[in-house]
């Protein structure tokens, strides 16, 4: 979630869950985000229906990118991070 806000992405509910334990890179206690299948079709409807809204989300969603996560931004965050 890094890069998605409820401006620039589709985020759909979901309920935490216990991890399939049998996947080789799962901890023991770990959870996992289980989607709302519902949900997320609807979305998906939505997104293949409804052309302005899609490219609102995707213009949104370049302009957040370049503000948020561009090279300067970045540099700055790594700096703080290494500093500590």
């Given amino acids: 979630l890094d890069f998605m806000t409820a401006t620039n992405s589709v ?3 979901y309920q ?3 991890a399939h334990a049998d996947l080789w890179n799962v901890p023991a206690g770990a959870e ?3 989607p709302d299948v519902s949900a997320a079709a609807t979305a998906m409807q ?3 229906n409804d052309q ?3 490219d ?3 213009a949104t969603a370049f302009r957040d990118a370049g503000q948020r ?3 300067e931004v970045t ?3 790594l700096s703080r991070v290494l500093a500590v």
């Fill in 16 to 18: 935490l869950v216990p």
């Fill in 75 to 77: 540099a700055e965050w």
């Fill in 32 to 34: 996992w985000a289980e």
């Fill in 52 to 54: 302005q809204w899609r």
């Fill in 46 to 48: 939505r997104l293949v």
């Fill in 56 to 58: 609102e989300l995707r």
């Fill in 11 to 13: 985020l759909v509910p």
């Fill in 69 to 71: 996560h561009n090279f």
